[in-house]
């Protein structure tokens, strides 16, 4: 992309092959995501040193340029972030003495796909290991995705009144709560406001790989404390707010060890647990 192109796309409204991201002197994780975006689909240039402001693009440089660059590269030529190696291409722009990076990211290779966050793997193994082991843990995910859904952030005290509701009121419960609130930040999956006390969701880990969006779909099935469910019931339950699952179908379960699938009326997929429901 040459500087003229560059910058009459900074004047345009609209567009889906660029985006535009701060980092002055430091790499920000969602430049990560937006990685795995154009790799999966058809690649895309990443554009460092704009502001983003509600819609309104902003030059403000890199400060940081050798930091920055280095450390976005390296990112991309390991396995530490993503999954495969991305051969990005670099290119660095002046404009009224600021320092543009410019980073066009390739559509990945057939065999590479999908492309994702090793973190987010890591992440929805945690989260569907707790969910099969802990009902608790369960319970309060399925709240707190609930509440999100519904008016996009949570306070911590009406997460906490429902969890007595359902289990009683007594101070360990209040209090169990707050530290799977918690365990929600620390992971990531939910980031406090200028509130106190108010929550909201970060942005959600797309889960690509359907052999982990079945595993999740499992400790779903597990954690539900039922043997039976529609498919479509868990892939869309509140429990798993912090994800998105690739769609999943009677043909990608065929072959799972763990799980049957049955047809029940004429276009519901239902899934059932094979053998005693203990995940692997």
Not at 39 to 57: C, E, H, I, R, Y
Not at 120 to 130: Q, S, Y
Not at 166 to 187: H, K, M, N, P, S
């Amino acid at each position: 992309m040459v500087k003229d192109e560059l910058i009459a796309r900074l004047k345009r409204c609209e567009w889906n092959d660029v985006e535009f991201k701060r980092a002055q002197r430091d790499v920000p994780n969602d430049a990560y995501t937006t990685v795995s975006a154009f790799s999966n689909t058809a690649g895309g240039w990443l554009v460092f040193g704009v502001k983003d402001t509600n819609g309104q693009l902003e030059i403000v440089g890199v400060i940081e340029v050798d930091k920055v660059q280095n450390d976005f590269l390296s990112c991309l030529r390991t396995t530490d972030k993503l999954n495969c190696l991305i051969d990005a291409q670099e290119d660095m722009v002046e404009h009224d003495g600021k320092t543009l990076l410019v980073f066009y990211v390739p559509e990945a290779c057939r065999h590479d796909k999908p492309v994702y966050l090793n973190r987010d793997i890591r992440v929805a193994v945690h989260w569907g290991m707790t969910m099969a082991v802990y009902p608790f843990f369960s319970a309060v995910a399925e709240i707190v995705g609930r509440l999100v859904r519904l008016q996009g952030t949570c306070a911590a005290a009406h997460v906490q009144r429902r969890v007595c509701e359902q289990l009683g009121e007594r101070e360990t419960v209040a209090r169990a709560a707050r530290r799977i609130l918690r365990c929600f930040v620390d992971w990531g999956v939910m980031q406090e406001t200028q509130k106190k006390g108010v929550y909201q969701a970060a942005p959600v880990r797309a889960v690509l790989d359907k052999q982990l969006a079945a595993w999740l779909t499992e400790a779903t099935l597990i954690a539900s404390g039922s043997d039976t469910s529609a498919l479509k019931t868990l892939a869309q339950t509140p429990a798993l707010f912090p994800f998105s699952l690739v769609p999943l179908y009677a043909a990608d379960l065929e072959c799972h060890d763990r799980l049957e699938l049955f047809r029940q009326s004429l276009d519901e997929d239902m899934v059932a647990l094979r053998g005693n429901g203990t995940l692997i």
